[in-house]
C-alpha cells in the first residue's frame, strides 16, 4: 500500500500521514506500507493519473494559491477520480506567527489555507504562499518580515519575535485512487 501527501518529513501532513499508518491500519499493512512525500499538493494532483489504487492523506483546510481552490473544492471536482475513505483528527504542530524586526520589507510567508488567519493579526504589504509551512519558513528567512509556520521549524533569532501562538485540531482526509475514465 502507497500513501501520497505533502513533504518534506517536517509537514504536518507527512507526520500525519504517519499517525494514520501507525493507527489506523491493521498491523499488516502496517509493515506493507510507503509513505510517499511530494513537493506540493498540485504536483501530486498532476501525477494522479499514475496512482491507481494508491491512497491519499490531505488535510480538509487545503487551500491551493495556484488554482485557489479550497479542499471542497477540490473534492467536488474530483468525485469521479477519488473515493473518500475515512477521514481523521490529528493536531497540527503548534503554529508561530512571528515578526523579524530588523527587517522592513513587509513581506509574509505561509501557506495559503493560513492567509485568513494571519490577516487577523497582521496587514502585510505582500502575502506569499508557499507549498508547505516549512517552505513558507525558508522563504521567510531570505527576506521577510513576517511567517506564520510551524513552531518546530523555528531557530528564534535575536531581532524576532513571537506575535501570537496557535494550537489548531485539523480534520484528515483519506482518499484512494480510482482508475481515471477516458
Not at 483528527?89 to 513587509?106: D, H, Q, R
Request: net charge positive; with cysteine; hydrophobic share 40%.
Amino acid at each position: 500500500m502507497r500513501i501520497h501527501t505533502l513533504g518534506p518529513a517536517a509537514t504536518d501532513s507527512s507526520q500525519a500521514a504517519q499517525y494514520y499508518v501507525e493507527h489506523y491500519l491493521a498491523d499488516q499493512l502496517k509493515t506493507s506500507t510507503q509513505i510517499v512525500l511530494h513537493s506540493s499538493f498540485e504536483q501530486l494532483f498532476s501525477q494522479l493519473q499514475q496512482l491507481k489504487d494508491d491512497f491519499l492523506v490531505i488535510p480538509t483546510a487545503f487551500r491551493s494559491a495556484k488554482s485557489g481552490m479550497s479542499w471542497g473544492q477540490w473534492h467536488y471536482r474530483n468525485l469521479a477520480v477519488l473515493d473518500l475513505q475515512t477521514a481523521f483528527v490529528y493536531p497540527l504542530n503548534s503554529l508561530v506567527l512571528l515578526e523579524n524586526t530588523a527587517s522592513v520589507s513587509n513581506i509574509a510567508y505561509t501557506h495559503a489555507a493560513l492567509t485568513d488567519l494571519m490577516g487577523q493579526y497582521i496587514q502585510p504589504k505582500v502575502v506569499r504562499c508557499s507549498a508547505s509551512k516549512y517552505a513558507a519558513y525558508q522563504q521567510y528567512l531570505v527576506d521577510g518580515q513576517y511567517v506564520l509556520t510551524n513552531e518546530k521549524n523555528v531557530r528564534l533569532r535575536p531581532t524576532e519575535k513571537i506575535l501570537q501562538r496557535f494550537s489548531p485540531q485539523m480534520v484528515w482526509a483519506v482518499y484512494q485512487i480510482k482508475e481515471f475514465q477516458k
